[in-house]
């Protein structure tokens, strides 16, 4: 058997039908057997093991598993914190009346009473009380209510006097009618009537002892300053001798019989 006859018998043996299915191929053999008649040999040996296949691919996702059993009871947690104070409870109610005190020791015997001497004795008490207490009044509206400059204070005294009476009231307190001399202790005097919400007071000024003359009431005259408001003093009535002081601080002549408000200055050193 020739070299071409061999190679096609093997052809023919071994290679898959599939392959004759392929019109090129079927021509090619016919080609190579056409001039020769052959038998099939014996059927070879089975040939050796393939490899192991490649992994396959990865399966598609399952369905939704059953709802698995109730977990376990958790173990028990750890210790809280202390709570707030609660609020204060409601009063309680009335404790039951105790018992009755011990008697007290027996009295001293009483002494005879002069009792017409002893209610003049209270009389004439209660009428220091009541000057106390108006001296204390006094004292009281002074503290909340004087001015004050280096060496002086002044006061302001609410009851409408004469101004005889407003000299006379100052004095027996251990001044005099307050005496501006210069435009700060003016302007003092004035802030303090605008303060009481007044309109004007007597001030130790006056002209009773010769007309036109005016004088402090510590006898020193008018001269180097003075607070007249324009056109005072003009003696309007021909009687007007003694001076007030307006809110504004203006001086004006007026009769000596109003009844006004005035104003004390009080010397912190006895000179
Ligand atoms: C006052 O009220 P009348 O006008 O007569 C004042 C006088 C003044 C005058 C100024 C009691 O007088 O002292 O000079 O205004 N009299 C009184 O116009 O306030
Ligand atoms: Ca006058
Ligand atoms: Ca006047």
């Known amino acids: 058997m020739s070299c071409r006859v061999a190679l096609c018998l093997t052809l023919l043996v071994f290679l898959p039908e599939k392959i004759f299915s392929s019109e090129a191929e079927n021509r090619s053999t016919s080609d190579v057997c056409s001039t020769h008649t052959v038998l099939p040999g014996p059927k070879g040996d089975p040939g050796e093991k393939g490899d192991t296949g490649e992994n396959g691919k990865q399966g598609k996702e399952g369905p939704k598993g059953l709802k698995g059993n109730k977990g376990f009871v ?24 105790g018992l009755p005190g011990l008697p007290g020791g027996k009295g001293k015997p009483g002494s005879f009473c002069d009792c017409g001497r002893y209610r003049r004795a ?55 009618l307050a005496m501006p001399k210069d435009h700060t202790i003016n302007s003092l005097i004035a802030d303090y009537i605008s303060s009481l919400g007044l309109l004007r007071v007597y001030i130790g000024v006056n002209d009773l002892e010769k007309e036109k003359q005016f004088m402090y009431v510590d006898h020193t005259p008018v001269q180097d300053y003075s607070g007249w408001r324009v056109g005072e003093p003009n003696d309007g009535s021909g009687h007007e001798d003694c001076v007030e002081m307006l809110s504004s601080g203006a001086w004006n002549d007026v009769e000596c019989h109003l009844t006004i408000y005035f104003v004390c200055e009080f010397l912190k050193k006895a000179k």
């Open 122 to 176: 209270v009389g004439q008490l209660d009428v220091k009380v009541t000057q106390l207490k108006s001296s204390l009044q006094f004292v009281k509206n002074v503290i909340a209510g004087m001015r004050e400059t280096e060496d002086k204070f002044y006061y302001i005294v609410k009851e409408e006097s004469s101004y005889r009476d407003a000299m006379t009231q100052c004095r027996i307190r251990g001044g005099t």
């Open 74 to 97: 958790g173990d028990v947690g750890d210790h809280g914190l202390i709570g707030k104070i609660g609020p204060i409870g409601s009063k309680g109610d009335k404790g039951y009346k």
